[in-house]
């Protein structure tokens, strides 16, 4: 990432609306499961695969009727502490993944905590732990939430847009390897 550390105004003002978000098409196809209320097996390993596809085999661990199940109160649930807690609950979800099928079934509010995302708040001074961006906890991720609704509020769009922004400009801008910020390969 380049040495100066730019607002997240400054980010979000030069990447919003840049460029259509890629999951869209996924976004549209599972629009019906926050109406629904729940989700059924092929739409949560669609989901979690499309945030992390190497623990798939963990993903498909879980029934059909569990999966059902859980999803149900996921969307009854009140705090974002029991939807967080109900979706770690099943096989091979941990926050990130979490927060990728939130994201999907409702990106007007929620967005995916991400290691770019995460790392680049950390160098604007947004969040002040986790400098790596990795091994998130539920604090962590209601940390990283409220940030985006206040900067999807300021902006007048979606969580999700917000999160992807910031993305985007990590991607663009990084320096150096991803899972080791700072160092550079020679």
Same mark, same amino acid.
């Given at each position: 990432?380049?040495?100066?550390?730019?607002?997240?105004e400054k980010v979000l003002n030069l990447q919003l609306r840049k460029t259509p978000d890629p999951a869209t098409?996924?976004?549209?196809?599972?629009?019906?499961?926050?109406?629904?209320?729940?989700?059924?097996?092929?739409?949560?390993?669609?989901?979690?695969?499309?945030? *992390?596809?190497?623990?798939?085999? #963990?993903?498909?661990?879980?029934?059909?009727?569990?999966?059902? $199940?859980?999803? =149900?109160?996921? !969307?009854?649930?009140?705090?974002?502490?029991?939807?967080?807690?109900?979706?770690?609950?099943?096989?091979?979800?941990?926050?990130?993944?979490?927060?990728?099928?939130?994201?999907?079934?409702?990106?007007?509010?929620?967005?995916?905590?991400?290691?770019?995302?995460?790392?680049?708040?950390?160098?604007?001074?947004?969040?002040?732990?986790?400098? *790596?961006?990795?091994?998130?906890? #539920?604090?962590?991720?209601?940390?990283?939430?409220?940030?985006? $609704?206040?900067? =999807?509020?300021? !902006?007048?769009?979606k969580a999700r847009d917000v999160e992807r922004a910031l993305f985007d400009y990590h991607k663009e801008?990084?320096?150096?390897?991803?899972?080791?910020?700072?160092?550079?390969?020679?």
């Amino acid at each position: 990432m380049k040495s100066e550390n730019p607002s997240i105004e400054k980010v979000l003002n030069l990447q919003l609306r840049k460029t259509p978000d890629p999951a869209t098409d996924l976004i549209c196809r599972l629009n019906h499961i926050k109406q629904q209320a729940y989700f059924n097996r092929r739409e949560f390993i669609e989901m979690c695969s499309w945030k *992390s596809p190497r623990p798939r085999r #963990f993903y498909e661990s879980n029934s059909a009727a569990g999966i059902r $199940r859980v999803s =149900a109160k996921v !969307f009854a649930a009140k705090s974002e502490k029991e939807k967080a807690e109900l979706l770690t609950s099943l096989k091979g979800v941990a926050i990130p993944t979490a927060s990728a099928i939130l994201t999907l079934t409702d990106p007007q509010d929620y967005g995916v905590i991400d290691i770019r995302v995460w790392q680049l708040l950390y160098r604007c001074g947004a969040v002040r732990t986790r400098p *790596s961006g990795t091994g998130f906890s #539920f604090d962590d991720w209601l940390e990283y939430l409220e940030r985006l $609704r206040c900067w =999807a509020a300021r !902006f007048d769009v979606k969580a999700r847009d917000v999160e992807r922004a910031l993305f985007d400009y990590h991607k663009e801008n990084q320096q150096g390897t991803l899972y080791r910020t700072g160092t550079t390969r020679k």
